[in-house]
Each structure stands twice: as C-alpha cells, then as structure tokens.
C-alpha cells in the first residue's frame, strides 16, 4: 500500500516562531488532507490539498503532486497550536485515507 | 451544520464484554468510515460504507468486530468479546462522495479502555 511519512515526528518551538512540516507519499493519490489533533483528541480539518497552495491565516500548505510531498507552514506560532499535525492521503476516490506517523508540536509561552 | 457525532465519547469495560459505538455522520454525507487509531500512531482504516453497503471491510478482525449502517445513515461499530489490546480510539468520519471531492470530516472518537 502506499507510504507516507512526516517530519520531523517532534518540534519544540518558542511562541511567535515560525515553522514547516514535511508529508512524502509513496504513490500517485487523489486527495491530501492536513488535520490537527488536538490534546482532547479531535482531529481538526486543516486542509484538502491534492495539488497546489493553500492559506488559511496562520496556515498556508503545499503539494507538489509531481514529486509527492506535501508541506505545511505554520507562521507567528501560539500555544495554541500545540498538539499532533497528520498528513493523510487517499489513493483513489472515496477510499480509505492512510495517515502519516504525525508531528508531535509543542509551542511554549 | 452540525458535525460528526459520536458516543459515547468514553468506555471502560472488562475483557470479554461487548461493547458498541455509535456514529451519526454530517447530514447528506453518503460516506461513513470507521477508523481505529492507537497511542501515539495515526488513525486506520476498519471500515468504509457507501450508503448501506460496506465497500471495504478489509482490515476489520471479523472474528470479534462487526458494523451495521442501517438506512444509509447512522452506523454501530460492535466488539464481541473484547480483549485487552482493543483499547484504542474509534473514530467515525463521513465524507459527501461526490466526484473528484471527498474530504473526509471526524467526530470526537470513543475512547475504550478494557481492563
């Protein structure tokens, strides 16, 4: 099946840094989504990026479907952003996401 | 719009009990996914419906696990006996299923302990 891997698996940031998160994928796929759990558990919907650039405020992603990877751009970081960032992607329509290991982000006061 | 609901959030049982979960998916999302996701790793796949009719059922342990969808929208995950090594997060996603778009939304997930 189709293998994705993120790094780095932690990140230990000061509040206000800035920072960037890496998806590599195996294979071919139809979809990327980029989700934050957080500490309570929910996995919070970031972005659906099977191609192109995306920003969302603090947040923008990459993917460059082409050479399979994905990254995610964390910007001015809070505290609040702590917690494991998931890159998932499907291979084809309507199928199972395969999630990376995560990143575990620590953002201290 | 209300989101992807789950319960009960939390349950704690002894080995060999039954246990069942219950999902309610985001109105008019076609698409119910079953996802079991253990400590420090990412969520996986147990099961995938299109409406009623469960299209992947490949990595569910159908010894012990089975699932229902019944009328296309509401969905139960059931163990029976549960074991030790069942503890882990059960999380329900949904997705519309229209072509060529299927991002997948979460509800809070159960968290099972068998003691």
């Known amino acids: 099946g189709i293998q994705v891997e993120q790094s780095p698996p932690d990140l230990i940031l000061q509040e206000g840094a800035n920072s960037t998160l890496r998806c590599n994928f195996s294979d071919s796929v139809n979809n990327l989504q980029w989700f934050h759990q957080n500490p309570w558990g929910q996995l919070i919907n970031l972005f659906y990026i099977p191609s192109g650039t995306k920003q969302n405020g603090r947040l923008s992603a990459t993917t460059v479907a082409t050479e399979r990877y994905s990254l995610l751009y964390i910007s001015s970081s809070q505290t609040t952003d702590s917690g494991v960032y998931f890159c998932a992607v499907e291979w084809a329509s309507g199928s199972r996401l395969t999630f990376g290991e995560g990143t575990q982000l620590t953002v201290n006061p | ?115």
């Open chain 2, 1 to 115: 719009e209300a989101g992807v609901v789950q319960s009960p959030r939390y349950k704690i049982i002894e080995k060999k009990q039954p246990v069942a979960f219950w999902c309610n998916p985001i109105s008019g999302h076609n698409t119910l996914y079953w996802y079991l996701q253990n400590l420090g790793q990412g969520p996986e796949l147990l099961i995938r419906y299109e409406n009623e009719e469960a299209v992947d059922d490949s990595q569910l342990p159908k010894d012990r696990f089975s699932a229902e969808r019944l009328k296309g929208v509401d969905s139960t995950l059931k163990i029976q006996p549960a074991e030790l090594g069942d503890s882990a997060v059960y999380l329900c996603a949904s997705s519309s299923g229209t072509s060529g778009y299927n991002e997948q939304f979460f509800g809070p997930g159960t968290r099972l302990t068998v003691l």
